[in-house]
């Protein structure tokens, strides 16, 4: 269940990042507070 619900939130990232063409960088920023949530909490 968890892994279902990180990856419904990175697709939602991937179509946000489509939709306003964010930076490379900020869209790894993103990711890594993310992976540090699902292995930290």
Same mark, same amino acid.
């Given at each position: 269940?968890? $892994?279902? $619900?990180? =990856? !419904?939130?990175?697709? /939602?990232? /991937?179509?946000?990042?489509?939709?306003?063409?964010? !930076?490379?960088?900020?869209? $790894?920023?993103? =990711? =890594?507070?993310?992976? !540090? /949530? !699902?292995?930290?909490?």
């Amino acid at each position: 269940m968890e $892994r279902a $619900r990180y =990856k !419904k939130v990175y697709e /939602q990232i /991937q179509n946000y990042d489509n939709e306003t063409n964010i !930076k490379e960088d900020s869209y $790894r920023d993103i =990711k =890594k507070v993310i992976i !540090k /949530q !699902k292995f930290f909490t």
